[in-house]
C-alpha cells in the first residue's frame, strides 16, 4: 500500500480527468461546429427564397409546378417542394 510507484487508481485519475475534459470540449466543439452548419444552410435557403419571391416562382413546387399550400410554406418558408413532391422523392 505505501508503495510510490503502484499503478492504482490514485496515480492515473488526474490524467483521466484532462481526457475526460478534452473529450467533452470536443464534442461540444463538434456540436457547435454542426450548429453553425445547420444555421448557415437555413440562412442560405431563406436568401434562396428572397430570390424566388423576387423572381415569382416563390410558392411553386419545383418537381408538380403546383402551388404550395399556404400551410407548408408557413411551416417551411424556405421549401421548394410540396408534401406531395417530397414524398414522392422519398419513396
Not at 22 to 29: L, N, P, Q, V, Y
Amino acid at each position: 500500500m505505501n508503495r510510490t510507484n503502484d499503478a492504482g487508481t490514485d496515480s492515473t485519475s488526474g490524467g483521466n480527468t484532462k481526457v475526460l475534459e478534452d473529450g467533452a470540449e470536443t464534442a461540444e466543439k463538434e456540436n457547435l461546429s454542426q450548429l453553425a452548419a445547420r444555421q448557415l444552410k437555413y440562412i442560405t435557403n431563406l436568401e434562396n427564397a428572397l430570390v424566388r419571391i423576387k423572381n415569382g416562382t416563390y410558392g411553386i413546387c419545383s418537381v408538380t409546378g403546383k402551388l404550395i399550400p399556404k400551410e407548408r410554406l408557413i411551416a417551411v418558408p424556405h421549401t421548394t417542394q410540396s408534401i406531395e413532391a417530397k414524398m414522392m422523392k422519398q419513396d
